[in-house]
């Protein structure tokens, strides 16, 4: 269960002891960005913004890209985007070689209307950022590789649709354990049927079963249709002590959530019908 507060206390308690700050102040450094990330988790931007800020000062490469992140975020955003702040923090976190920093064209485009911009600039655009998705991959960032894939298969921003395109940047992310990444190549095997050939369902079981793993919720009705139908057997153990009880609890859950449903539905009907008659 998330506490931010305990991570808050906890966090202060080691940095206010001199002695640990004294004997390893690069992970102190570090703490402060990690006091943003519990204050942003609290809902305190302005606070979470000041730790990061700290962090950056103190060398710490990664806060330019969450200080980026807090402004793409910010309740201001959704009316008006600061693109020249954006744009200074996501070249500093570049500078700073932060992976993540060739995240930040990407995830702008939402907040660009590209319909209005001429042929060549929205072609540079949507260039740049794909490209930048493809450097943060090779840096190892399983998210780029999970846009990469959703970008190819739906054949976005100027690019063409490539299912093989699509599944090779799925199963980067994979190897990078990225869980939607995961599930995302059992849904091409199994479902969308859009994955190459040589993959077979024994295969796209195992993704949902690591999708599964790595708390992909979504994946656990899949694999365990696949452990009924024969798959899976090497994970039998588990999936008879852990995943099948959790499986049968949330299909309970469901059903019970659906009859409560419809019995108000029922009643709601019945109160029409009474004041039809009245």
Known sequence: KKDPDAAIAMI???????????????????????????????????????YYEEASRRGVNSAFYYLAMLVLNSEDSKDYLNFELYEQLTLKALEANDPRGYLLNYLVLDYIDLDRLDDERRETICKLAVEDLEMAEYYGESLAALFLGWIYEEGQYGEEK???????????????????CYAALARMILTDHTAPQKYDEEFGYECAYKAMLQGDE??????IKGYKNGYLTHHAAAIEQFYLPK?????????????????????????????EED
């Open 162 to 180: 490539d299912y093989e395109k699509a599944f090779r940047h799925y199963a980067k992310g994979a190897t990078l354990d990225d869980g939607t």
């Open 12 to 50: 202060e308690k080691f940095m206010a002891d001199s002695t640990a700050a004294a004997t390893d102040a690069p992970f102190v450094d570090l703490l402060y960005e990690w006091l943003g990330f519990a204050y942003k988790e609290k809902g305190d931007e302005e606070q979470a913004k000041a």
């Open 247 to 275: 499986y049968e609890q949330c299909m309970a859950s469901k059903e019970e959530g659906f009859e409560q449903f419809m019995q108000s539905v029922e009643e709601e009907e019945a109160r029409a019908a009474e004041k």
């Open 218 to 223: 979504d994946s656990l009705t899949t694999a």
